[in-house]
């Protein structure tokens, strides 16, 4: 747990996320208009989605299926028996004038989410709940002087908003429970994680207290669209949180926006004060009624997750768990992982993942699907260096040669000739050449002078362009020289 | 008058036409001419004289080539809820005026695809909230009928009460209606008419402007139980699109007229036997059981004992629903938008201000205060609770009997503008009518009688869910025997 100091003690800070993510679809939640991301304004609208007089939503299939997958992944109850419920206010880009969404009857109950800190302890995160909802349109007000232009390409798409109790007690946990949620959705395939393109975002509501006393009254602070900006508001917020009540003030329980140029955090101030939203269920829907036996298929057919997978490469590849949790973040990683280690050692795999390759990609700005080589191309490096054919050194100059030319390590190690000398005569050559041209150092090593040894392995190599097998060196070496 | 085809039924249309006694194009030449000769009742808020008569044409080639569908060139009034491709679409308010949607409601396509031909579309109560078509932005309609020796014009009943009119005027062969808490049967009875009102989820919703979404079906309005019969076989249909519709087959309502009526039982429920009850509609009630007893059936007192509470749950969740339903109508994307100063809230009041009429403002106040934090658990979850308990009344009632027999409405039609000032008294007409709306159950009201005044009254079946075949059976034996002819001839 990690406490804040204030003027006038120690502060802790509660936090609880509420996360929408966007339902990986073809279609919406209730229409059959497309949700690709960044089509032209209103390209994407039925008759639906427009609230056109007599126009009725019908479920998609589809969406129900990925929230319960996603619930199932997350271990959290799915609820047989669900309710979709109305949701009602003004807005121009809300066409009906209400938002389809679940209310007291959410499709997805209670789970828990463990969370790997860096320190190396586990924290558990209560999940409150997982509800389908549809996402409104998107006004812009910056393109005329009075009008505002409404584009409902957006509008009915399906959301999830997955809901944290306020378990989260540091900006570092609520990274950790984001990163982890992210990563579980996107192994299940049910939401892409975009943050950027908005397809998951963080209502964040913070509050701060002191040890062991009463909640506090918190703040929301909406639409937080990145992890690293998740943690900018919460540490703005409880900072500002404490600086207010230790100065005698109140927090309002109020909604405030991010401003990630500024890193603070602001109140709304929105006219409409008090909302009642007069939710009720909607007549237009019968409620969701699953069957069992089809869940139980959902959840027999869920691929592997990070924490299931994580426990696997410690197990089988003798990972240390840090490896394993950077390895598995990414079900992509994980793949590329399992491809290159595949019949190797899985710990040298690990290391040049962790290594060189995630060097290469960080400096290319490149996702391990696009990397510049392939896993299996890593794989034919490994084994060129267990079998003795490259040394690591080696390893490294014919990796970044495959990086720059795409070609596979053997035949990079035949078209440069970086082939590893393990000839014994040629090498013994390179050895007597040394040994002739170096009288003082031979003297200072038959003196005792242990140390001198590298001094010649240094020469040798230099000569071989480091192409000899280091321990054929070592060994030859100490012949020659104790003879 | 101008019609030489004064009262015609779709089943007599569809014989003329079989037999080449006249045109397609003939009859609806001369139901256009009707229409023209007959705009005081103001039932038509929009006719589509051209299109009727080409689609006409259309229906003439067909019957030459011997490819004629079971509905050929017959002439129908649609009721303005019903949304029509190409054709303006208003629910009779302000708000909608000049709306024309691009696309075809499920009930009409059905209908269209059979053969039929649209003479326009039919005025109603503003989105189908009124019993007396007083709340239309496009004026009142006046019932055909007047009592005896007396003018003053009359309402037809609401809300489908321009498609009542147009039928019991020979304004078209039949209407289509939709029924929220009587809106078919309530004017079918004042206008001397057949409305049935099918199971909840028989014909789909899609396409039809919203009320109250867990109430609102569409039913035929037509002279007689043959013509219902015929009518619905060709709306009902499973549609995928409406969520609520169910799947299941659509029998041939008409093959099943004839079956035997003998050994069937008929519900009176004694709820429904009002305190200071018109005598007259006691009388013809006591006389509509006879008539059942006369073709074989059993007569058996049943309790509905949540009567009662019908009418008050039903005026907080149609409204609860029309609140939310009506929110869409906001003038940003279709429709009217007002002229207004100020920012978006501004524009939001102008334009639903200018938009709706009293009684669609009163119940969107209603349903907005029932749904509202606080007042939600004592009015709208409380009305659902007795909802399912009305439901669970006629599920009882439907283990001793097969149908229900009850009034449709108190009284006959009243003057125009008569209750117009008194919400409640306007929705006590509904209180034969609602409970069935509740429960989700078909029901048809068949004319039966005239009042001392000489105004037509009607007769409710209720029956059980999707068994729509023997509420047909039932209201053709009541048909039969009331020898009731629908002749407005009292009027101008």
């Given at each position: 747990m990690s406490l804040l100091q204030g003027n006038t003690g120690e502060w802790e800070m509660v936090i609880g996320l509420e996360v929408h993510a966007q339902v990986i679809s073809n279609a919406k939640l209730f229409s059959g208009a497309a949700t690709t991301f960044g089509a032209a304004p209103n390209s994407q609208v039925s008759l639906v989605d427009a609230a056109m007089p007599g126009m009725l939503p019908v479920i998609n299939g589809v969406c129900v299926e990925q929230a319960v997958r996603t619930g199932l992944g997350l271990g959290a109850k799915i609820n047989l028996v669900s309710v979709f419920d109305r949701k009602n206010y003004f807005y121009p880009d809300l066409p009906q004038g209400y938002q389809i969404s679940q209310f007291t009857q959410p499709v997805v109950g209670e789970g828990v989410m463990v969370l790997d800190m860096e320190d190396g302890s586990q924290r558990n995160i209560g999940i409150t709940r997982l509800h389908l909802e549809q996402d409104a349109g998107k006004s812009i007000h910056d393109q005329d002087p009075k009008a505002t232009y409404v584009d409902l390409n957006r509008c009915g798409v399906a959301l999830m908003e997955i809901v944290s109790e306020p378990d989260i007690r540091s900006p570092e946990e609520a990274c950790a429970y984001l990163t982890k949620l992210r990563s579980i959705v996107r192994y299940l395939g049910t939401c892409d994680g975009n943050m950027e393109e908005g397809s998951m975002r963080a209502d964040v509501n913070v509050s701060v207290r002191r040890p062991g006393e009463a909640l506090g009254t918190r703040a929301e602070v909406k639409n937080v669209n990145s992890i690293r900006f998740v943690h900018q508001a919460i540490e703005f917020e409880a900072a500002r949180q404490i600086e207010l009540i230790e100065d005698g003030g109140e927090v309002a329980q109020e909604t405030r926006l991010f401003d990630s140029v500024k890193c603070e955090t602001r109140s709304m101030r929105s006219k409409e004060e008090a909302h009642d939203y007069r939710y009720f269920p909607d007549p237009d829907l019968l409620p969701l009624v699953l069957d069992a036996a089809w869940v139980e298929k959902l959840k027999a057919d869920l691929p592997e997750l990070p924490d299931e997978k994580c426990a696997r490469f410690i197990a089988d590849y003798g990972l240390s768990a840090y490896d394993a949790g950077i390895l598995v973040a990414e079900r992509e990683t994980a793949e590329y992982f399992e491809t290159a280690a595949s019949g190797r050692d899985g710990k040298i795999a690990a290391n040049w993942i962790g290594g060189e390759l995630f060097r290469v990609l960080n400096d290319q700005g490149l996702d391990i699907g696009d990397s510049p080589v392939s896993a299996d191309a890593l794989g034919g490096l490994l084994d060129l260096i267990s079998d003795g054919t490259l040394s690591n050194r080696l390893a490294k100059d014919v990796f970044e040669e495959m990086v720059a030319s795409g070609k596979g390590a053997a035949i990079v190690v035949e078209e440069k000739g970086l082939k590893q000398i393990t000839d014994t005569g040629a090498i013994e050559a390179e050895v007597d050449k040394v040994i002739a041209s170096a009288p003082e150092q031979v003297e200072q090593f038959k003196s005792g002078n242990e140390k001198v040894i590298g001094w010649f392995v240094g020469k040798i190599m230099q000569a071989t362009k480091g192409k000899a097998n280091p321990g054929a060196v070592n060994e030859i070496l100490r012949k020659k020289l104790s003879d | 008058m101008a019609s030489t085809f004064p009262g015609l039924t779709i089943a007599d249309a569809r014989d003329g036409l079989e037999t080449g006694k006249f045109s397609a194009h003939e009859l609806a030449g001369d139901y256009i001419s009707a229409i023209e000769s007959a705009?005081?009742?103001?039932?038509?808020?929009?006719?589509?004289p051209e299109s009727a008569l080409s689609a006409a044409k259309q229906s003439d080639q067909r019957i030459k080539d011997g490819t004629a569908r079971p509905l050929e060139g017959i002439p129908l009034g649609i009721k303005d809820l019903f949304c029509t491709d190409g054709v303006q679409t208003t629910a009779a308010s302000r708000i909608l005026e000049g709306f024309t949607p691009p696309y075809e409601s499920f009930v009409t396509q059905n209908l269209w695809d059979a053969g039929a031909v649209m003479l326009g579309k039919t005025n109603l109560d503003e989105f189908a909230m009124g019993s007396s078509n007083g709340t239309s932005y496009f004026g009142a309609v006046e019932n055909p009928w007047h009592r005896n020796n007396d003018d003053s014009a009359l309402v037809p009943g609401g809300s489908s009460g321009g498609s009542a009119t147009a039928v019991a005027a020979g304004l078209c062969t039949a209407a289509t209606g939709t029924d929220t808490g009587g809106s078919i049967r309530q004017p079918a009875s004042f206008c001397g008419v057949v409305g049935m009102k099918p199971t909840y989820g028989r014909c789909s919703r899609w396409g039809v402007v919203a009320f109250a979404s867990s109430l609102d079906q569409a039913g035929p309005i037509t002279r007689t139980v043959r013509d219902s019969a015929i009518l619905l076989r060709h709306m009902a249909g499973f549609d995928p699109r409406d969520s609520t519709s169910v799947d299941c087959p659509v029998p041939d309502y008409e093959a099943a007229l004839s079956k035997p009526l003998k050994g069937l039982k008929v519900g009176i429920p004694k709820e429904y036997r009002l305190d200071g009850m018109d005598e007259q509609v006691s009388k013809l009630w006591d006389q509509g059981v006879e008539w059942l007893v006369d073709a074989g059936m059993e007569p058996v007192e049943i309790s509905l004992p949540n009567t009662a509470h019908a009418l008050p749950v039903y005026y907080i969740l149609a409204p609860a629903e029309a609140s939310s339903n009506l929110?869409?109508?906001?003038?940003?994307?279709?429709g009217n938008r007002a002229d207004f100063d100020g920012d978006l809230d501004d524009m939001y009041e102008a334009t639903r201000a200018e938009g709706f009429g009293d009684e669609v403002r009163r119940r969107i106040l209603i349903g907005t205060y029932v749904l509202s934090a606080g007042y939600y658990d004592a009015y709208y979850l409380k009305a659902q609770k007795v909802r399912t308990l009305i439901a669970q009344d006629f599920a009882e009632a439907y283990k001793k009997v097969d149908v229900i027999l009850t009034?449709?409405?108190?009284?006959a039609a009243f003057a125009i503008g008569e209750k117009q000032d008194d919400p409640i008294a306007m929705y006590l007409n509904d209180v034969f009518t609602v409970p069935a709306s509740l429960a989700g159950i078909p029901g048809i009201s068949v004319p039966a009688g005239l009042d001392n005044d000489g105004l037509p009254l009607g007769l409710q079946i209720l029956g059980q869910s999707f068994d729509e075949e023997t509420v047909f059976n039932v209201g053709a034996a009541i048909e039969a025997r009331a020898g009731f002819s629908c002749n407005p001839g009292g009027s101008k």
């Open positions: - | 705009q005081n009742l103001n039932a038509y808020i929009t006719e589509t929110a869409r109508y906001d003038g940003v994307r279709y009034p449709t409405t108190p009284g």
